[in-house]
């Protein structure tokens, strides 16, 4: 079994920068991609965010590129998301996922709430 816990979030102003993390545990040697989706009031829950276990390689959504950036450590099993530059358009529950393959789900975390507002 596997388990994806992850921490971060919180309230911000425009403009400020807060950092998620997650982490896995359990049979993770069957992973690969872990990220983030979110999900605002009303909304499909989309993908943000995702990096590969093996080679690093890394997938953005078009609407954080240049301001979030996500980074994993492969020794603790948890992956970063740093995210500058937020705006209110940001505020989301963001859910992170760990994936069997890249950026297809197999396994989510509880959620964190972000809210951007001043």
């Known amino acids: 079994q596997i388990h994806v816990a992850e921490s971060g979030g919180g309230l911000v102003q425009p403009g400020g920068s807060l950092r998620l993390s997650c982490a896995a545990s359990?049979?993770?040697?069957?992973?690969?991609?872990m990220g983030w989706f979110r999900q605002a009031p009303g909304k499909d829950r989309l993908f943000v965010a995702g990096i590969t276990r093996e080679d690093f390689r890394t997938n953005y959504a078009d609407s954080i590129k240049g301001r979030f950036t996500i980074s994993r450590d492969n020794a603790l099993n948890t992956v970063y998301l740093q995210m500058n530059s937020l705006k209110p358009e940001d505020t989301a529950v963001y859910y992170c996922?760990?994936?069997?393959?890249?950026?297809?789900?197999?396994?989510w975390g509880q959620g964190s709430q972000v809210t951007v507002s001043s």
């Open positions: 996922f760990a994936s069997k393959d890249t950026w297809f789900p197999d396994y």
């Open positions: 359990g049979n993770i040697a069957s992973l690969n991609g």
